[in-house]
């Protein structure tokens, strides 16, 4: 498996994930998945524990786990994702999926963009009564044919014919997975396997979800695990490539409220053209020695101080590049100055809409996740703070530590479900 | 005085001089002589409150300024007041050379005071955009109750202001995604400088070669969700997967709509929480601009699934320098007057699409003007409107109707020559009266030509607005009442007439005199000066009289014809009371109107005679009703009786117009109304009952009458001309079913 990625164009190193579309939409009841004929005879209980295979229902526990290996796969607008789960070794393990084991495990890099999360292995994990470890793995969407040309030519689907996969590439590659590599597609609908992937891992490890504690303090800034055991009702803003809504108020009681499009892909696409840098760690490293102030336009600025009339304090951010309006103000800024204050104008409009969602749907608890957050601590902060600030303490911000991989996750669990 | 970004805004306030006519009476106590004028006519002098908004780009602020130091007559002013960014930014070169203090004003106040003006006092201000209908704008109609509305301010950033009432509102929300993203991050993206100019290029680009669209990441629509494959996934999403030039067209559509539908989506959010569903758009982003009025449009369509409508403001580009100049204008009080916008002297609504609007170019550097004269008195709703809220003056929207619209430019276009020798006439003694004609000549026509291009320019065009227009700019040039000789001529003549009419009509059985009393309403308004076919036989032959104007009318069945219900109606107990809009001078009032009314009042109906406040065409003003009214009187005692025990009331209607806009009339009027509980409305003429109110639901009992005298209008409304319309309704529920 690692020489799958060895092939890799040496193409920058795609970032922000495009897992769950947005644009737009109003509240629309998601209906269930798009199952295949074969999965839907398989009964689903109402309320099933997170772990699909250790399920108390006798109707479940009889089932047989599927064969190795056990992938679920997520393509998304950017980014691939996909969790393998590595078992406990086994002597009868056939030779091809040993390699695989190996391939994966040990490599941390495939390619030049394909990249294992290490931090973000779960081990000793028990799926369906085996052992193992789970892994992380993402890669650009556009180096996908690259994948598949790979995969045929190791001859992977000698091992499966089908494979679970959610996220609009899902649909938008299901022919090429079947001409090219051979692969049969189970496609999965994707904020289900998004909030399928969010209880499970939420409920698998103590250290999971977080939330930040003096978000605006630059010293005194914590992350402090939350335990997310009685969940609902709550918001989930999966932040991809744009922004999807959604409100869950149970496992199978979920929509999407709404979704924007200035998301991940906006803040990467104006930072690309802003600063000439081309990967989302570049923009969010500029970003991090960037002053978005020199930039925006500030309350302060048009008003000297606090627009009291309105409670709105000096630091608030009147316009968005506001300043640029002027060439002289043009000329003083730097690279690190525009990507940030792309970073603040994306963030800060995610935290208005989600909050107004909030409101309107009358729930206090809302889940940030997607891979916009991935090493973003700079829009956690914001979109931590902002939410308290402008809520008056009413609403916080939570995080989960795997950011954008639940949509893989979930399609990992389907697999298992429906074997 | 608001100054925001790049344009100043100056409003104020001026009395302005101007020639009206005026009707005296002459003592009568004298024997009559017969060829002496029945009252004297004369042009006086008279100051009306005027308030006047200019705008102009910031580079002209010393110009500005040396206008304002000109025109500050009144020495009292110490302190000009000012609000907006640039207020701050102008603070001292203001004090330096006004010699003035600046006195800064909180510009969401301002706006908000500005906004509830417009709404209040000019009819049509808001409108919705349709670019792809077959008319652009479409005007709303001035709702009664303006509030509660959500305001979104769309400047450099945007506001959104929850308004409930004329002192209360608060600022909800608000995002720092506004106007100065769209130019401070265009600026960065295509080195473009001018606002205009990105948004030029952003009406020309393509957005979908930057957005990553729905189709991108799915190869189709997602549909599970109804997210077509066309919507926005993520803005400038392409961008960051491909390593390509984009061009500075497609990067600033994708940037007008990435700002757009996030403004959008957020006024829907605000919307939904705080249960509006009327919502205005202003601030510089919008100002005018259709690409930005229509993306706006869209995204709140595509938000609320068009529970909510997008509205604009025809004069939001004044409501700061509108509102700022009331909080100076505080002591005045001047929401107790009513306000009526200047066509004469107002620019219009214009499109800024070079596409559109090829007259931009020369405009641009122009200064816009926004005239209101203000009215000396209040105007209110008729009392008896079934539902003010849905009343619509208007019959025809010419903005809606393109033939209809091309047929009535090109009358008035016709008659213009007719209405300049009129005007000439009226002024044999006057200096320069074929010069000032002249001037009205080329202003009006101006006019017209704008209303070709632009035919939104001042709300919906209607016959009445091209009327109206045409009035203003006749008292422009100073021609405040071109028909005054011809009035006073025929008044004269119609009133020797008055007795024998009344005579002959006493001779008659009942049922044919009440035929008479109709016949002879509709024949007296053949005599309308206001209809091209009319003037031409006029002008040619005076002796077309009263008998022969009856010849001319239409043969029963009549076009729209319920006399058998009035007949009917006639036999059962009288009306209480009768209001009467009165239409032309002369013969219509005298031999139609007057003996009408006295079989009404014979019969223990009283009578409030409605007359325009200001000459419009030959239409009898309440001054020179008031002269007629007592020479009547003089010479009949039923109407003498009537005016001593106060059974015949003559109130003026508060218009100046020969239509009828029946939600701004005399606050007087509406009081009278309401006291003498009124039950039966007659309307009469063309202007009043045809053009206008045609289809006004009234609460009592109404008749609509007039003689169609345009081949044109008679032929679309299916007759011939000197068609006869003679329309008589009543409520469902009214007292007048309960027989």
């Known amino acids: 498996m690692a020489s799958l990625f060895r092939y890799f164009q040496p193409r920058h190193l795609l970032c922000a994930t495009g897992l769950v579309v947005a644009a737009a939409g109003t509240a629309y009841l998601v209906r269930r998945l798009r199952k295949r004929a074969e999965l839907q005879e398989v009964p689903r209980e109402p309320e099933e524990p997170t772990n699909p295979c250790t399920s108390p229902s006798p109707a479940v526990r009889t089932v047989e786990p599927p064969s190795f290996p056990w992938f679920g796969i997520d ?58 470890n789970l892994h992380f793995i993402r890669f650009p969407t556009q180096d996908l044919t690259t994948f598949l040309q790979m995969t045929r030519d190791k001859q992977f689907s000698g091992l499966h014919t089908t494979l679970c996969a959610t996220g609009g590439g899902a649909h938008k590659f299901e022919a090429d997975f079947r001409t090219i590599a051979g692969l049969q597609l189970v496609q999965l609908d994707e904020l289900d396997c998004v909030i399928r992937g969010v209880l499970f891992m939420s409920s698998s490890g103590p250290s999971e979800c977080f939330y930040l504690e003096n978000p605006n303090h630059p010293e005194q800034c914590f992350l402090k695990p939350f335990q997310l055991e009685n969940p609902f009702p709550f918001l989930l803003v999966n932040i991809g490539s744009g922004v999807s809504i959604l409100a869950v108020h149970g496992r199978d009681n979920f929509r999407r409220v709404t979704g924007t499009s200035l998301g991940g892909g906006t803040f990467h696409g104006l930072c690309c053209l802003l600063t000439g840098c081309s990967t989302f760690e570049e923009a969010l490293e500029m970003a991090s020695h960037g002053d978005s102030t020199r930039v925006d336009k500030l309350v302060q600025d048009i008003y000297g101080g606090d627009y009291d009339r309105f409670g709105l304090p000096g630091w608030t951010v009147a316009s968005s590049f506001g300043n640029m309006i002027s060439k002289e103000q043009r000329d003083l800024v730097s690279k690190e100055d525009l990507a940030r204050a792309a970073l603040v104008a994306v963030t800060n409009n995610i935290g208005s809409i989600t909050r107004m969602c909030a409101r309107n749907e009358n729930i206090e608890r809302v889940v940030f996740v997607g891979n916009f957050l991935r ?45 | ?70 025109h500050l007559v009144n020495t009292e002013t110490k302190v000009i007041k000012a609000t907006g960014g640039g207020a701050y930014k102008f603070k001292e070169l203001i004090e330096k050379k006004l010699r003035l203090k600046v006195d800064k004003e909180d510009e969401m106040s301002c706006l908000i005071k500005g906004c509830n003006f417009v709404l209040k006092n000019i009819p049509h201000e808001a409108f919705v955009y349709a670019k792809h209908a077959d008319s652009e704008f479409r005007f709303q109609n001035t709702h009664p109750d303006i509030f509660p509305y959500l305001l979104i301010n769309i400047g450099s950033g945007v506001s959104i202001v929850k308004v409930e009432s004329e002192d ?104 939904r929480l705080h249960s509006l569903t009327r919502v205005y758009f202003g601030g510089f982003f919008i100002r005018g601009h259709p690409v930005t009025m229509h993306t706006i449009t869209y995204s709140i369509n595509f938000f609320t699934k068009g529970e909510v ?136 026509l101006h006019k017209l030509q704008t209303l070709r291009h632009q035919p939104f ?69 053949v005599f309308d000066w206001g209809a091209k076919a009319v003037s031409d036989v006029l002008e040619s032959n005076p002796e077309f009289g009263f008998e022969e104007a009856k010849h001319q009318l239409q043969e029963r069945p009549w076009l729209v014809d319920c006399y058998d ?175």
């Open chain 1, 75 to 132: 393509i998304g607008g950017t980014l691939v994702k996909l969790v393998y789960f590595e078992p406990e070794e086994e002597q009868a393990e056939a030779e091809n999926l040993k390699n695989i084991r190996s391939c994966l495990t040990s490599n941390v890099a495939y390619g030049s963009t394909g990249i294992r999360d290490v931090q973000l292995e779960v081990k000793d994990l028990e799926l369906c009564g085996r052992m193992g």
């Open chain 1, 375 to 419: 090493g973003n601590m700079l829009s956690m902060k914001l979109l931590a703070y902002s939410m308290e600030y402008w809520s008056a303490g009413q609403m916080k911000a939570l995080f989960l530590q795997h950011e954008g991989y639940f949509g893989a996750v979930g399609s990992l669990l389907e697999l298992l479900k429906s074997s």
């Open chain 2, 1 to 70: 005085m608001p100054r925001g970004g790049s344009l100043t805004k100056l409003a104020y306030y001026s009395t302005v001089q101007h020639k009206v006519a005026k009707v005296r009476s002459f003592d009568h106590t004298a024997k009559e002589v017969d060829g002496d004028p029945l009252y004297e006519i004369s042009v006086q002098e008279e100051i009306t409150a005027r308030l006047h908004f200019i705008k102009f780009e910031n580079a002209y602020i010393e110009t500005c300024l040396d206008f304002i130091k000109d």
């Open chain 2, 168 to 271: 209360k509102f608060e600022r909800i929300g608000g995002s720092s995604i506004g106007g100065g993203t769209f130019w401070g991050l265009g600026a960065l993206l295509t080195k473009t400088k001018r606002f205009d100019e990105l948004l030029q290029l952003a009406s020309r680009g393509q957005h979908t070669s930057v957005d990553m669209l729905v189709k991108d990441i799915y190869g189709g629509a997602y549909g599970s969700l109804g997210l077509t494959g066309d919507l926005i996934a993520s803005s400038f999403g392409k961008s960051a997967t491909t390593d390509k030039e984009f061009s500075k067209e497609d990067m600033a559509k994708s940037l007008l709509h990435m700002i757009s539908n996030d403004i959008g989506q957020l006024a829907c959010l605000y919307a």
């Open chain 2, 309 to 444: 409508q997008a509205l604009f403001l025809r004069h939001e580009g004044y409501l700061g320098a509108i509102g700022a100049f009331l909080k100076g204008a505080e002591e005045d009080n001047p929401n107790q007057y009513s306000w009526g916008e200047n066509y004469a002297g107002s620019s219009g609504l214009m499109s800024v699409s070079p596409d559109l609007n090829p007259m931009q170019r020369v405009r641009s550097g122009t200064f816009d003007m926004l005239e209101m004269d203000r009215l000396e008195r209040q105007l209110v709703n008729l009392p008896l409107l079934q539902d003010p809220s849905s009343y619509i003056p208007d019959t025809v929207d010419l903005t809606e109707d393109a033939l209809a619209r091309q047929y009535w430019l090109y009358c008035f276009e016709e008659a213009l020559d007719g209405v300049v020798n009129r005007a000439v006439a009226s002024q044999p003694d006057l200096p320069q009266a074929v010069e000032r004609a002249e001037k009205f000549r080329q202003k009006y």
């Open chain 2, 457 to 525: 320019a001042y709300g919906s065009l209607t016959v009445r607005s091209l009327l109206d227009t045409r009035e203003h700019c006749l008292n422009e040039f100073n021609f405040p009442d071109p028909y005054s000789k011809i009035k006073q001529k025929e008044n004269d003549l119609a009133l020797r007439y008055f007795q024998k009419v009344v005579r002959s009509l006493e001779k008659l059985t009942w049922e044919q005199r009440q035929f008479a009393l109709v016949k002879g309403l509709l024949a007296g308004n």
């Open chain 2, 565 to 739: 219900q009035w007949i009917a109606r006639l036999k059962g107990p009288p009306h209480k009371c009768a209001l009467f809009f009165v239409d032309n001078s002369g013969i219509d009032i005298i031999l139609g109107v007057f003996p009408f009314v006295r079989e009404l009042l014979c019969r223990g109906t009283e009578v409030v005679l409605a007359s325009n406040s200001g000459p419009a065409l030959n239409d009898v003003t309440n001054s020179e009703l008031q002269i007629l009214t007592e020479r009547i009187a003089a010479m009949d005692s039923v109407i003498q009786a009537a005016i001593k025990e106060d059974r015949l009331t003559l109130v003026q209607s508060g218009s100046s117009s020969p239509c009828l806009d029946l939600s701004r009339l005399d606050k007087a009027l509406a009081v009278v109304v309401r006291e003498r509980h009124t039950d039966l409305v007659v309307i009469e003429g063309m202007g009043r009952a045809i053009h206008t109110n045609y289809y006004a639901a009234l609460s009592c009992e109404s008749l609509k009458l007039a003689v169609i005298k345009n081949s044109w209008l008679a032929e679309r409304l299916g007759g011939k001309i000197f068609s006869v319309v003679f329309k008589y309704e009543i409520p469902p529920q009214s007292p007048g079913l309960r027989r």
